[in-house]
Antibody, heavy 119, light 108 residues
Framework: EVQLVESGGGLVQPGGSLRLSCAAS????????LSWVRQAPGKGLEWVAN????????FYADSVRGRFTISRDNAKNSLYLQMNSLRAEDTAVYYC????????????WGQGTLVTVSS | YDLTQPPSVSVSPGQTARITCSGN??????AHWYQQKPGQAPVLVIL???ERPSGIPERFSGSRSGTTVTLTISGVQAEDEADYYC?????????????FGGGTKLAV
């Protein structure tokens, strides 16, 4: 069974930075698109970013473009999300997801890590 | 939201639940459906409009008609009470981004 384990969440002040990690196992990591999806408390799902198998293509939601950077290390089976200039509205549970169908469908999800942006 | 779902649907056990999702992108892009129970991560229940992933009960099915896709749960069980999200993608030139509907709370 696919495993995706997020880490790196926590409390950060507005304007601060945080780096999330997602450790993957039990599938061929380098063969799949990967994504970050977030969910604000009591709200719906919001796609954040995704990255192609070799990292050559990256796409971002308008709400995070220019502030967040998605990356991956296929040698370490790890996905990352560098989040800068954080805002209160970035407060959410951040999920790592394994993509299929050109990364446009999320076949497996991690359990999420909570990011709280507050002073 | 570029994908529109009803906020809530209510059915009795054993009945059929239908959750719709509408959007102009849907005639051109596949739709996928996720189930999310409180405190849990989402689970893919339908992909590419009507395919059921391995392990998903046969009572879950999907269909499409024009700009609307529908998730149908036949013989609803108490354990099906959850939030359901449709999801698709939009493209502009070489840029593609993923979109979600606002979610539908299914009450059983």
């Amino acid at each position: 069974e696919v495993q995706l384990v997020e880490s790196g969440g926590g409390l950060v002040q507005p304007g601060g930075s945080l780096r999330l990690s997602c450790a993957a196992s039990r599938f061929t990591f380098s063969g799949y698109w990967l994504s970050w999806v977030r969910q604000a408390p009591g709200k719906g799902l919001e796609w954040v970013a995704n990255i192609k198998q070799d990292g050559s293509e990256k796409f971002y939601a308008d709400s995070v473009r220019g502030r967040f950077t998605i990356s991956r290390d296929n040698a370490k089976n790890s996905l990352y999300l560098q989040m800068n200039s954080l805002r209160a509205e970035d407060t959410a549970v951040y999920y790592c997801a394994k993509g299929i169908w050109f990364g446009e469908c999320f076949e497996s999800w991690g359990q999420g890590t909570l990011v709280t942006v507050s002073s | 939201y570029d994908l529109t779902q009803p906020p809530s649907v209510s059915v009795s056990p054993g009945q059929t639940a239908r959750i719709t999702c509408s959007g102009n992108v849907l005639p051109k892009q596949y739709a996928h459906w996720y189930q999310q129970k409180p405190g849990q991560a989402p689970v893919l229940v339908i992909l590419k409009d009507s395919e059921r992933p391995s392990g998903i009960p046969e009572r879950f099915s999907g269909s499409r008609s024009g700009t609307t896709v529908t998730l149908t749960i036949s013989g609803v069980q108490a354990e099906d009470e959850a939030d359901y999200y449709c999801q698709s993608a939009q493209s502009s030139g070489t840029y593609t981004w993923v979109i979600f509907g606002g979610g539908t709370k299914l009450a059983v």
